[in-house]
Each structure stands twice: as structure tokens, then as C-alpha cells.
């Protein structure tokens, strides 16, 4: 009878086993295998609240386990060093399978401040089984904690449910023996993994990563990176398949989005590049580094400055004379390959071809059609067509990169500013546009931009040498001046650049941005500090936020004043959308389908003028020049819908 009761309590107990392994009830994790960087690592696990483990590592250091088998994480705890529970503030929790912890991915950060004396404990929502977990301190902390515990179940997992910071993609980098990254020069090996898509999507890749940047590399305790990807990728659905991609820092831009911003206003102006960005959140080597903007590198390249590349081989024409990319750069002398222009001085670095491929003939031939360009502009008959400028500078690029200078108050849009030539053409055009972190009213040297009648890039602006000359050159060109005022009249009646068009887009980024600005500030408190070039401080992320929204409502204001701008009858026609047409562009064609009723058709070109007016009942191709163009639609009610148009 014994022997069956202890039959049957055994049965009883194997089947409760099961049944919690079936639930995946989380057990608390054995702590035998402690691993970490620090002194006295066991008191973490030791159940005692008032001892604690720590190190004389200011930063980068951690504590975990060694598992011995894959687990799925569903539950830590933690407690802070008493008095110091400011030390756990942005800690990270992280699992792997290599012991390095080469391959790790976050599955907690601590985003409130913890409670002192009592364990805090968090329920986890990562479906991947790590052998290797840890808890990363802050920066500053020393890895002080007072008590550390894990829990979870037995199992491979998967990569189905991941864990993000915020709404934000999670990008984490890990480098070899999690070395420092300290130079803009050397790169270091690492891992890559992007979490993103609601944690429902994993992008991993071996990288090399450096420092890049001037002043931001130098001085911004938030650095800013350059990557270089193993494999060619699109990451996070961006149009570029590249291995090359920047971390942007934006530590002196408390808005987040300065750049952002202005990428905006060059898709509206449709320059032919504009360079595609995301804001993410990062860590690195599994310390939290705070909201970035991931970034296309600017090369050349396909979806990128898409022009013909060249090898060593090309010494003579036709094939010397492209592409090329250059950058009008304050920076330039610190450069390998670069020159300074004989009629301004000012200085130009040669960004393609690269300084480890470009030959002494590709460099004479360039340097020699930039004199030319500026022999043209600076000559006595410089607004010649044929023997001008015009020879030599694209003015659609130009007209766009100017009005975004200035609309954005871009204190360095001639301190930096790219430009390109194709093969076979004579054209520099200018762009992409780059590097805004000082725009929007965010300048204490030009502040506040609204006041002055002057364009901000006339007196106050940067200037690499004397490139500030070369644009009042061009300016003083009535007929380019007239363009300026044509396109931008263009795009206000479009209601492209309308006012709440553009701070809708200031309003969509500080929704995007809220979850992860408030992690950000707390990393870098810096909100009541004057950083870099700030004028002033606003005390908050949203009074930032309005700074740049009353900045935006102003200048569209000067603008307009500044450029004479009244509002066309297109404009005042722009109602409200009367049908469901449908317009589709092809080669030198708009087509017009699902017409309900008999419409007036107007099409207008960026001068204002309409090349085609007609009325129409029936679908209809409408044959026309490559260009980008406004169409009108009008019903006989006279409510119209206002499409643009570009035809390749």
C-alpha cells in the first residue's frame, strides 16, 4: 500500500511537471553561472538587497548568466544599490548564444526610475531563448545593482515577437570584444541587428562601423557613426540597396527631426535625390546611446546620387568627364583628395571618385571644369545662354537647393553644399541637400532669422572660402531671380508649401518621437542647457517642438514677402477633391481615366504658364514634354482638384 501511495505521489508530481512545462509557467533561473565584468558578481544573486555588485568600470559593464541550455526569458527582477536607484535608470537586459554576446538583442531597458529596498519585477515579450542573459549598467553607473533575478522556460523560442525600445526600430551593435568605437578612420568589426515592425522583424548582418562627422565627432559626447554592411541591404524599407549608411546624432537639434524636416521639403521641391532617413533608437554594445537618425551615406550609387561610375582607367573623353560628385566644403583641407577654386579660392573636396581610386588625370579634369564654371559666372557676359553660366550650371537644382536653404534658415547651406556631373553633360546641378541640425531657428549667430531682411545666406550665413560669392553672382542674374520667385509661387499654390502642410509634418515626427525623445532627454539632460549652437533653451521637448512650428508659420510669411508672392487663381480654386479621377504619368504623357462627369483640364507648367486647356468628358491621354506640371481639374459647379504632375 505504501509503495502505491509513493507510485501514485510521484505520477502526481511528474504530471504537474508537464503541465507547467505545457504552460510554460517561468521558473526563477539558476544563478550558479554567474558571468559578467565586476567585482563581487554574486551578490547580485545573492537574495540579499543590501549588497551589492558593482565595478571601478565607469561604463560597459554588466552581469548575467550562463544558462547552459536556451531559454525564453518571460520575467526579470531587479533592485537597486540603496540610495541609488538613479544608477539602474536605462539599463539594459540583453540574451544571446554567443558567449561574446556578439549576437545579442535587448529584451528590457528600464525606462522608469526603480523603487529602492523592493525587487522590481517586469514581465518580458520576447519570443527568442537566449543561454546567455545579462543586465548592462548604464553609463556612469559602475553596474551597480543590488539584486538580479531572471525567469522563464526551457526552449528554443523564435523570432517572431522581439523586443523594441519604443515604436521606433531597435538598432543594436555589438563590436568585437565590445571595443570602443574612437576613430573616424578605423573601422571596427561587429554584428548588426535591426528590430523593427512592431518587433514582428529581424534584419541582421556582420558590419564595420567608425566615427564620422566634424564638429559632431569632436565635441558631441553623442557620436555619430558610419556603417559599413557585409552584404548590400535595404534596411528599414528605404529605397537604397547599399552597404554603407550613417547613425546621425543629432545632439544639438533637441527637436529630433531638423533633418528630417528639410529631406521633407526637398521630396516637395523634387530634387532628383533626396537622401532617405529614419529616426531609430540605438545601443550600442548593449549600452543605450539614445534616438538617432539612420541614413543614407551620400555616394553615388543606385536610389542614391545615381550617376555613371568611373574606374582609373577612364584618363580621356568622353568617359573622363564623369561622374563626379563634390562637396563645396568648409572641411575640405582636412581631406585627401581636394582643391581650392582659382577665382574664389573657395575649397571643394572630391567625394567621387573615391580617394583610393581616383587617378591625377580624373583630378586635373575636374578641378579644371569647376575654374571653367566660375571663368563663365564671373565673366563680363555671364547671363549669356550659350557662353554664361548657364553653360555650366544646372538652375532647376539650383532654384530648389536655394529655396531650401532658406526656407529651412540653414546656416550652412554654403558651408556644405554637394554637387554632380553626369558623363557627357556639361551641368553641374546641385544636391542632395544635407545637414540641417542648425536650422529651423536652432543658430544663436543668425537668431532670429525672421527679423533681418537679408537672406540668411547673404551676410550671416557660413560660407566655405568664398562660395557666399558665387551664389550672389548667380543671383544678381534677373531672369534666375525670376525663376526663384516663379517656382516658389508654384509650389505655394500647389499648397505644397502651404502652412499646414509642412507643420503637419512637424506634428507627425513629435508623435513618431514622443516615446523615444523622453528615453533620449533622459540619457542626454540636456533640455535646459544651450548645447552647440543653440540660442537659447525652451525647457521641454514640446516647447522645442513649437519653437520650430512658429519659426515655420514666420518664414512662410517673409518668404512670401520677400519674393513678392501673391496667390493665384489656383490657388483660391483649390477647394476640396470633386471626383475620383485617376492620373497616371508615362513618357511624355499624363492620362486622365474615371472621369464621372465632363471636367475642364488645365495644365500648368512651373513658369505659371498653361500649355493645355481643354475640356474633356471621356478618358483621355494628353501628350506633353518631360517636366513636372500643376493640373487643374474643374467641374461646372467651378470646384477644382488640383493634381501635380511629374512626366518622365
Not at 169 to 185: G, M, N, Q, R
Not at 225 to 234: F, Q
Not at 434 to 462: K, L, M, P, Q
Request: with cysteine.
Amino acid at each position: 500500500m505504501k509503495k502505491s501511495s509513493n507510485a501514485l505521489l510521484f505520477v502526481i508530481v511528474f504530471i504537474n511537471y508537464l503541465t507547467l512545462q505545457a504552460q510554460n509557467i517561468p521558473e526563477r533561473l539558476s544563478s550558479e553561472n554567474i558571468i559578467g565584468i565586476g567585482n563581487n558578481l554574486h551578490y547580485a544573486f545573492d537574495g540579499k538587497l543590501e549588497t551589492v555588485s558593482g565595478t571601478n568600470q565607469n561604463s560597459g559593464a554588466w552581469v548575467g548568466l550562463d544558462l547552459g541550455e536556451k531559454y525564453v526569458i518571460e520575467k526579470i527582477a531587479y533592485c537597486p544599490q540603496r540610495f541609488n536607484a538613479s544608477k539602474l535608470h536605462l539599463g539594459v537586459f540583453e540574451g544571446a548564444n554567443s558567449p561574446d554576446f556578439c549576437d545579442a538583442v535587448p529584451f528590457f531597458i528600464i525606462k522608469d526610475l526603480p523603487k529602492e529596498n523592493i525587487l522590481t519585477e517586469q514581465v518580458v515579450d520576447c519570443s527568442k531563448g537566449f543561454r546567455y542573459v545579462r543586465y548592462v549598467g548604464p553609463s556612469g553607473s559602475y553596474c551597480n545593482i543590488g539584486e538580479l533575478e531572471f525567469y522563464g522556460y526551457q526552449g528554443e523560442g523564435n523570432d517572431s515577437r522581439l523586443y523594441q525600445l519604443t515604436n521606433l526600430p531597435t538598432i543594436t551593435i555589438h563590436t568585437v570584444d565590445a571595443a570602443d568605437i574612437v576613430s573616424k578612420d578605423k573601422y571596427l568589426k561587429g554584428i548588426v541587428s535591426i528590430i523593427s515592425e512592431n518587433g514582428t522583424h529581424l534584419f541582421t548582418d556582420s558590419l564595420e562601423i567608425k566615427g564620422r562627422g566634424n564638429v559632431s565627432w569632436e565635441l558631441f559626447p553623442k557620436k555619430p557613426y558610419r556603417i559599413k554592411l557585409y552584404n548590400k541591404a535595404s534596411l528599414l524599407n528605404m529605397p537604397a540597396k547599399e552597404k554603407n549608411w550613417t547613425l546621425i546624432s543629432n545632439y544639438g537639434d533637441k527637436t529630433l527631426m531638423r533633418n528630417l524636416l528639410a529631406f521633407d521639403l526637398s521630396e516637395r521641391l523634387d530634387m532628383a535625390y533626396t537622401p532617405a532617413g529614419r529616426a531609430v533608437d540605438v545601443i550600442l554594445n548593449g549600452e543605450y546611446k539614445g534616438t538617432y537618425q539612420l541614413c543614407d551615406q551620400i555616394e553615388v550609387g543606385k536610389k542614391r546620387i545615381d550617376i555613371e561610375k568611373m574606374v582609373p582607367e577612364d584618363v580621356s573623353l568622353p568617359n573622363l568627364s564623369g561622374g563626379y560628385l563634390l562637396e563645396i566644403d568648409g572641411y575640405a583641407d582636412k581631406e585627401i583628395s581636394w582643391f581650392r577654386s582659382s577665382r574664389t579660392y573657395t575649397p571643394v573636396t572630391i567625394k567621387y571618385p573615391k580617394d583610393d581610386e581616383i587617378v591625377p588625370e580624373q583630378k586635373t579634369y575636374i578641378t579644371s571644369y569647376f575654374n571653367s564654371m566660375e571663368s563663365a559666372l564671373f565673366s563680363s557676359d555671364y547671363k549669356d545662354e550659350t557662353n554664361g553660366y548657364s553653360k555650366y550650371i544646372d538652375k532647376e537644382s539650383f532654384v530648389r537647393h536655394f529655396l531650401i536653404g532658406e526656407l529651412s534658415g540653414n546656416t550652412d547651406t554654403y558651408w556644405s553644399t554637394y554637387l554632380y556631373k553626369k558623363r557627357n553633360e556639361d551641368l553641374f546641378r546641385f544636391g542632395p541637400v544635407w545637414d540641417f541640425d542648425i536650422a529651423y531657428e536652432n543658430d544663436y549667430r543668425t537668431y532670429s532669422i525672421n527679423n533681418n531682411s537679408d537672406w540668411i545666406y547673404s551676410s550671416r550665413g557660413s560660407s566655405a572660402g568664398e562660395a557666399r560669392s558665387i551664389v550672389n553672382r548667380l543671383l544678381s542674374d534677373s531672369v534666375l531671380y525670376e525663376k526663384i520667385r516663379s517656382v516658389y509661387a508654384s509650389y505655394r499654390d500647389w499648397g505644397i508649401l502651404s502652412e499646414s502642410a509642412l507643420l503637419n509634418v512637424v506634428d507627425d515626427y513629435a508623435t513618431e518621437l514622443e516615446q523615444s525623445q523622453k528615453l533620449n532627454f533622459i540619457r542626454w539632460d540636456i533640455l535646459n542647457t544651450r548645447v552647440h549652437m543653440n540660442p537659447t533653451t525652451y525647457g521641454s521637448y514640446a516647447a522645442e517642438v513649437k519653437n520650430v512650428k512658429e519659426y515655420i508659420k514666420k518664414r512662410l510669411i517673409w518668404m512670401d514677402k520677400k519674393l513678392d508672392y501673391t496667390p493665384s487663381v489656383v490657388a483660391s480654386n483649390n477647394k476640396k477633391r470633386n471626383s475620383e479621377i485617376f492620373v497616371r504619368t508615362d513618357i511624355n504623357s499624363i492620362q486622365i481615366n474615371n472621369l464621372s462627369q465632363p471636367q475642364h483640364i488645365d495644365i500648368i507648367d512651373l513658369l505659371g504658364r498653361t500649355v493645355v486647356s481643354k475640356a474633356v468628358s471621356e478618358n483621355i491621354v494628353i501628350n506633353i514634354e518631360k517636366g513636372i506640371y500643376l493640373l487643374l481639374v474643374t467641374n461646372s459647379s467651378g470646384v477644382s482638384e488640383v493634381v501635380k504632375c511629374v512626366v518622365p
